[in-house]
Nanobody, 121 residues
Framework: EVQLVESGGGLVQVGGSLRLSCAASGFAFDNHVIGWFRQAPGKGREAVSCTSLSDGGTYYSDFVKGRFIISGDNAKNTVYLEMNSLKLEDTAVYYC??????????????WGQGTQVTVSS
């Protein structure tokens, strides 16, 4: 059984930083990536960033590029999302996800329970 356990969400002021963590179990990452989607109030889910634990490749959406950093620990099957220079529009529920290398962006196969990130002014 695949399990994704997220942590690290919370309340932060504009310009602040947060780090999300996601520990994965029950999965082999051969041709898959692990990363984050988010869903803001009243909006659909959108891809944020992902990484391959096997080769370290990364993807960032345009709206977080230069502000967020994704990293992975292959030995621990854990991925981290360092979120810097947070904006009000980054407020959302962030979901840890796993999907195929070429399909993750369009719809991951597995989802965590989500962690709330709230950016306040």
């Amino acid at each position: 059984e695949v399990q994704l356990v997220e942590s690290g969400g919370g309340l932060v002021q504009v310009g602040g930083s947060l780090r999300l963590s996601c520990a994965a179990s029950g999965f082999a990452f051969d041709n898959h990536v692990i990363g984050w989607f988010r869903q803001a109030p009243g909006k659909g889910r959108e891809a944020v960033s992902c990484t391959s634990l096997s080769d370290g490749g990364t993807y960032y959406s345009d709206f977080v590029k230069g502000r967020f950093i994704i990293s992975g620990d292959n030995a621990k099957n854990t991925v981290y999302l360092e979120m810097n220079s947070l904006k009000l529009e980054d407020t959302a529920v962030y979901y840890c996800t796993i999907g195929g290398r070429t399909t993750w962006y369009y719809g991951p196969d597995y989802w965590g329970q989500g962690t709330q990130v709230t950016v306040s002014s």
